[in-house]
């Protein structure tokens, strides 16, 4: 039993340390009445999470590729569906990145993609640019993925609202081509009017995933002090 401890403690160890580096990237999606993700661009290491805040009136987190913008990449993309609001959303929808693979983001809104309503997730090299992206997003047409999934819904703790919520948007973290699918609103509308703006920050995990890391420390001490008396 205590030689069973020793050899799994570095590795338990070596999760949770990961767990409480990550970093957390928040970016407003149509903040101000305007057409666009801020920040477009953002660089996230495996394991950090994109938190999206949705604003008025009607959005979508949807993912693409840079050869078909504006367009799903697959059956299994990350789709947070139609998001309709009057203020700043009470619920952000997270992408857990997985690798660092570009990931193509664009609102799947009427013609909001082609109005240069995108962004990226790691982007690469030229040509394949963001900038390019929006170029060839002018004459696209653009469509909706299916299935919602690849990330999912929690309390946004920034918008002001007293409610606690967690809803499933799929069964597992996203990587560059989604994942499995769930549930959410899917009206379609569209106006201009303007909410609250939240500047976007990039900031280090919550008082949630320490707590996990000292609660793990704990359990691992517990179990090395098993051992020894076995």
């Keep these: 039993m205590y030689l069973h401890t020793l050899t799994i403690l570095p590795f338990a160890l070596f999760q949770l340390a990961s767990a409480a580096d990550s970093t957390a990237h928040d970016v407003t999606v149509g903040a101000n009445a305007q057409l666009l993700f801020s920040p477009s661009i953002v660089t996230a290491a495996v394991g950090d999470k994109v938190n999206f805040h949705f604003f008025p009136s009607n959005h979508s987190v949807s993912q693409s590729t840079f050869g078909a913008p504006c367009v799903p990449s697959s059956s299994l993309a990350t789709f947070s569906g139609f998001q309709p609001t009057a203020s700043e959303s009470t619920e952000v929808f997270t992408v857990t990145v997985n690798d660092t693979k570009p990931i193509w983001i664009y609102c799947a809104q009427d013609d909001h993609c ?11 090299s030229a040509p394949n640019t963001l900038a390019n992206y929006l170029i060839a997003a002018e004459s696209a047409k653009t469509v909706a993925p299916s299935t ?3 990330g999912v819904f929690t309390e946004n703790l920034s918008s002001g609202s007293g409610s606690s919520s967690v809803s499933s948007a799929g069964g597992s973290s996203s990587t560059s081509t989604g994942s499995s ?5 899917t009206s379609i509308g569209s106006t201009t009017a303007s909410g609250p703006y939240t500047t976007p920050t990039a900031q280090k995990s919550n008082g949630a995933a320490e707590a996990r890391l000292q609660w ?3 359990g691992l001490s517990a179990l090395m002090f098993g051992g020894q008396l076995l």
Excluded: E, F, R, W
Aim: no cysteine; charged share 0%; hydrophobic share 45%.
């Design 114 to 124: 082609g109005a240069g309503m995108a962004m990226v997730i790691n982007q690469p």
């Design 148 to 150: 919602v999934g690849g």
């Design 216 to 218: 793990g420390v704990l």
């Design 181 to 185: 699918a769930g549930t959410s609103s």
